[in-house]
Nanobody
Framework: QVQLVESGGGLVQAGGSLRLSCAASGSIFSISIMGWYRQAPGKQRELVATITSGGRTDYADSVKDRFTISRDNGKNTVYLQMNSLKPEDTGVYYC?????????WGKGTLVTVSS
C-alpha cells in the first residue's frame, strides 16, 4: 500500500512562487514515475509535470519554463517548484505515483493565485 501526502499549497499573488512537496510511503517510490496534476474549478484534472525514476522530466506547455519537478529518492519525496504563478494556475494539485499495474493519488493541496 502506498500513501501520498501533499503539502505546500496556499494563497499567493500573481508573479509569486510556491513549492509543493509530496511524501510517499512504501518501497516502490524510487522505481516509479511521479507526477503532479491539477484540477481547476469546473475543469477536468490535467497533467502538470512528470518525472521518471531516472530523472527525465516532462511538462505541460502551459507551465514550461515556470515550473520545475524534482525528486529525492532518499526522502521518498517529489517536489514541484512553481514560479511566476498566474491566476490560471489556481486549482487543487495532486501527486501521482505510477508503476506498472499500480496507480496511486494523494488527496491534493489547494493553490490559489490572486491577480
Amino acid at each position: 500500500q502506498v500513501q501520498l501526502v501533499e503539502s505546500g499549497g496556499g494563497l499567493v499573488q500573481a508573479g509569486g512562487s510556491l513549492r509543493l512537496s509530496c511524501a510517499a510511503s512504501g518501497s516502490i517510490f524510487s522505481i516509479s514515475i511521479m507526477g503532479w496534476y491539477r484540477q481547476a474549478p469546473g475543469k477536468q484534472r490535467e497533467l502538470v509535470a512528470t518525472i521518471t525514476s531516472g530523472g527525465r522530466t516532462d511538462y505541460a506547455d502551459s507551465v514550461k519554463d515556470r515550473f520545475t519537478i524534482s525528486r529525492d529518492n532518499g526522502k521518498n519525496t517529489v517536489y514541484l517548484q512553481m514560479n511566476s504563478l498566474k491566476p490560471e494556475d489556481t486549482g487543487v494539485y495532486y501527486c501521482n505515483l505510477r508503476y506498472p499495474g499500480i496507480d496511486y493519488w494523494g488527496k491534493g493541496t489547494l493553490v490559489t493565485v490572486s491577480s
